[in-house]
């Protein structure tokens, strides 16, 4: 079970540097907002293979608008 468990995290990181590489090459480009978790360093890598919650609720110039509300 050890052995399964490790060869399928090998494996998702595999998948999630090769995209790293395809995205560095230009085949693919990222479309969040600039606030996304997906654009802070080190956790880019995990960009495309971890789909879920990419983008905020707000784009950066919303949330500027809204700081700018507040003030």
């Known amino acids: ?27 693919m480009t990222c479309g969040c907002a600039d606030d996304c978790w997906c654009k802070r360093p080190g956790l880019s890598v995990f960009r495309w293979v971890f789909p879920w919650g990419h983008r905020s609720a707000h784009t950066s110039h919303e949330k500027a608008e809204l700081d700018h509300q507040e003030s």
């Open 1 to 27: 079970m050890k052995r399964i468990i490790l060869i399928a995290l090998g494996l998702y990181l595999l998948i999630a540097v090769a995209n790293k590489a395809a995205e560095a090459a230009g085949a």
